[in-house]
């Protein structure tokens, strides 16, 4: 079913949207602001993970990526299809490396291709061409460390060097599992966020403490924390365009907040899997057992399901708006025919999701997903946002392909597209809806 639970996340500064703009993944969402749709936020492994086994299917290791590039509009002939690979190391039994590196070919071939054809057969001109491949501005690089300091512990560290920017991104994050909590311990300098409109933004300086609980047998569910924004803020790209106000979510202070929700489902029907489903089945390749592509879409059902909560902020340093409180609530309905099963035919899907994500809001946000089956467990996805305030409009369209991993019960590799921010990427998930 439709995620519930960004109606809430969405509240505070550790809720992560997928990009290929940077080499782990992900950039912030904007606290504050509509919750993304359901296809929009990182997976929640790692993207050394992520790249690591991804690279034992494509073609020498090497995961395609698309996205604009982050400056300035003066340069923007520039080619968006970036080359991603991973050497990794396992230095010991709890602790793994990753060095990641990306390529932008067609940035790289366009520039080359200009130089030769204005160039004579003259040494010079054949080292003019030839210096080409060495511009800074067609590679990244990024080092990427996680280590477990015990069961519960985990230390993750990024450092990476975009060729097309100035700074160097650093990014650490300390990760506790407490009794039913979660508790997180993040730092970057600087971060980068993503607004409702596609827009990004650079903060110098960003840290987090955050802890959640895990959702209870009874839906009640809290989280609270506390961030400090350090610098002003900018836009990443500079559009040439009336300068766009900064968020007040990202002006500098610190601030402290805390939500709770309550959630809850029902059933209208559904066909429960019975012994016949998982027969054996005989093929040239031997016997397996007829389990679902993926556990979580094994069974056809009706559901409605729902999510009501409050959050309140205070801003520990001078601003107009030092304190503040809100209500949210969304409703869901899903529908699913078919158990994903067999090659075809076998998986429709539909979830409408309506999101309010304050009282004071007049344009509520309807949430669609549409899954159907193309053949075996490949899966064509759109996930849409319509604003039905003053005027009925799209907001933003998410386009993807999923491939669903059997061995892995519910995970799957997804390869999306967002119509607003024009990008895309390929992510492993797993057991994520």
Known sequence: MANLRTSMDAAFYDLRIATPQTLHGSARSIPGEPAPLDGAPSSKLLRMQQLWLLGQGFPLGVI??????????SQKESGSLSLQTIWSKQPAENWWLGLVGQIRPIKLISSVASEALQADLTLP???????????K???????MSHLDVGPLTSVVVNVEKDGQRKNRHTKALIHHKLPDHDLTLEAAW???????NGKYWDMPESISLDCASLISESGLRYHFGIH??????KAAVDSGEDPVPIPASLKPGICAKAAFSYEKSRDL????ETKEDLKLVKRKEGSFRNSAY??????????????????????LTNTKRPFGADLFGSIC????????????????????????????SISPKLNLILQQQIAGPIVFRVNSRVSLGRGVHIEDVIYSLNYSLRLLESGKVVAWYSSKRKEGMVELRVFEF
Not at 190 to 196: N, Y
């Open 64 to 73: 395609p990526a698309y996205a604009p590039p982050l400056y300035s509009s």
């Open 137 to 143: 501005s067609f590679y990244s690089i990024g080092l």
């Open 333 to 360: 309905f899903a529908y699913q025919h078919g158990k994903f099963r067999k090659d075809y035919g076998d998986l429709t899907r539909v979830d409408a999701r309506l999101d309010v994500n304050s009282v004071s």
């Open 125 to 135: 001109s054949i080292k003019s061409v030839v210096k080409n491949f060495f511009d």
């Open 228 to 233: 400090r924004n350090g610098g002003a803020a």
């Open 294 to 315: 993926d556990l979580r879409m094994k069974e056809p059902h009706a559901a409605i399901s729902g999510i009501f909560g409050g959050n309140c902020e205070a801003w």
């Open 190 to 196: 600087p971060e980068l966020f993503v607004d409702r």
């Open 269 to 272: 029907w559904r066909e429960l």
